[in-house]
């Protein structure tokens, strides 16, 4: 059976043909050799059917990838350790907060914003030279939620107040002021033509194309703690709860691992990843 007969079953349960140059394209971002890379692909075509599931298909590309390499695992599973951000939402406002303070801007997480009309309560406040951004974010459990045009269409409004007023505050005559909505799924098109239409920003998992969340994180190597394969769920759970959320933090304050009660033996090799994954921010 040839890879044109055989459809795959997506997330949201459409089919669509086998296309081993998307798997092949996700393992090379991981970080994966050639040989590993070949030898997975054919690993994935031999337990093809028709109608096998993309999930089923990552779980076996994943396994694999973790028997060759920990910390190349944690790449290829960069979506999912997103989606592990939650469910409150609050560590995915945070992991947002921290990708913009690593590209020089001075954030604020959580504030209480006077608008002209009301008080708002806005996730991000982020300010760099002449920008001054108020940014939204929309945390989805499930991937196949997205972001439709009444997501957008709310927070220009709530933007609209809240640059009333930042417009009259002395300082603020020159500054360029925007409304930003960063999602961890994705945004429907309607929602991306009111957006570009209006003025407001987006950020989701592959928009902007070559500026999506996910080019920021792979550019930058801030990857999320949840990335960690050799930490468990509630140990990630615990340290999200501590307010940490980057690799790099785990890597940069090793006690971290004392206070949740990983032995010494475990910390090290979480460590070792640790530092695979976030070496390029440090």
């Known amino acids: 059976m040839g890879y044109k007969e055989i459809s795959i079953i997506k997330m949201k349960g459409e089919r669509v043909a086998f296309d081993p140059s998307k798997l092949r394209n996700s393992l090379e971002r991981s970080g994966a050799s050639d040989v590993v890379v070949s030898q997975i692909i054919t ?19 994943f396994g694999l990838l973790r028997k060759s390499s920990r910390p190349t695992a944690s790449r290829y599973k960069l979506k999912k350790a997103i989606m592990e951000l939650g469910p409150s939402g609050f560590p995915f406002e945070k992991f947002i907060g921290k990708i913009l303070d690593h590209e020089s801007f001075k954030t604020q997480v959580g504030v209480i914003v006077q608008g002209k009309c009301v ?12 920008k001054h951004y108020m940014i939204e974010c929309k945390f989805h459990s499930d991937q196949r939620r997205f972001c439709n045009v009444k997501i957008p269409l709310y927070i220009q409004s709530r933007f609209l107040d809240v640059m009333a007023s930042w417009e009259e505050k002395q300082g603020h005559e020159t500054k360029f002021h925007q409304g930003w909505v960063a999602t961890n799924t994705r945004f429907t098109s309607d929602a991306i033509q009111y957006a570009e239409c209006a003025g407001l920003k987006l950020l989701s998992w592959d928009y902007p194309l070559n500026n999506s969340l996910k080019a920021r994180i792979d550019k930058a190597g801030l990857h999320p703690l949840t990335s960690l394969t050799t930490l468990t769920k509630t140990e990630k759970t615990k340290l999200l709860n501590c307010g940490i959320v980057l690799c790099r933090e785990v890597h940069q304050n090793p006690k971290l691992l004392d206070k949740i009660g990983i032995t010494k033996s475990r910390q090290s ?11 390029k921010s440090l």
């Not at 599931?53 to 076996?60: D, F, G, L, V």
Request: net charge negative; glycine share 2%; hydrophobic share 35%.
């Open 119 to 130: 008080q708002h309560e806005v996730d991000v406040i982020a300010q760099k030279d002449n």
């Open 269 to 279: 090799i979480i460590m070792n990843d640790s530092l695979e994954l976030c070496k």
């Open 43 to 61: 690993e994935v075509e031999n337990m093809l059917y028709d109608g096998i599931t993309t999930r089923e298909i990552y779980k076996t590309a």
